[in-house]
């Protein structure tokens, strides 16, 4: 079943483009990463879905429902963590919370309880007086405290330290194996790599690369880095057939994508003076870069 579809997408701010034509299937148990720099059209791409704004063509259904039409419904059955945070700062934690779980039926309080006490938040204080980070915690604890089918969630790790970062993770992984569709917008790399099961890129409004993570990634390409006293050298001595992205840091460091074979690599880069040398598996990022 696909939790979210959105079909043929388009959103324009006047002359400008928000989105162009984007397509997306999410079935429900994924952990999907959407990725692109700012103005890529990721929270447009949301406030769409969320019907905070109309498309100006294509469809969104969420849950099965019109994002349009059955606006109220979804909502009653999703999360939202939205990147920024703003509530009445006279309000307690714990009352905002309360108030949160008013909206819904035969949810138990006492996952308040839980929440906060797992993100280390005081429910005693003030919104006014929390900082960033905590604020951005109560975002998190106010859209899974009833156990949404759907959670959606924009940067949600702005704000947070590291340490709390990886439970927030944790969380997120224990409510996707319970069945929760996960929906993450972010600009961190490293942790839509870690943790999501799929990913699209999205670039200037359009969606320009989407799938499986491990099928995106180009395992047949290695990154080499190379410290040598004589670059020119080391220069004429790599096939540039099968090199991409090729990088001279400085006059003895450089840095290339190869798709070659190493064993040729090796018995090229031998007849010369190489002082260090290292290669790694391209990244979610080195495949980001590529494309930005």
Known sequence: MNVIEIRNLTKYYGKSVGVDDISIDIKQGEFFGFIGPNGAGKSTTINCMLNYLFPTSGSIKILGLDSVKNSAEIKKNIGFVPSEVF?????????????SLSFYKHIDKSMIYKYTDLLELDKDKKIGELSMGNKKKVAIVQAVIHNPKLLILDEPTNGLDPLMQQKLFKLLDDLRKQG??????SHMLEDVQKYCTNVA??????????????????????????KSVDVNKLKTNLDFKFISNFKEIDSKNIKFMYSGNLTTLFKNLALIDIRDITIESPTLEDLFMQYY
């Open 87 to 99: 509530y009445y700062d006279n309000m307690k934690v714990d009352e905002l919370l309360k108030y």
């Open 180 to 185: 929760t569709t996960i929906f993450m917008s």
């Open 201 to 226: 890129i999205i670039k200037q409004g359009k969606i320009i690369k989407q799938g499986n993570i491990s099928s995106l990634l180009p395992h047949s390409f290695k990154i080499i880095n190379i």
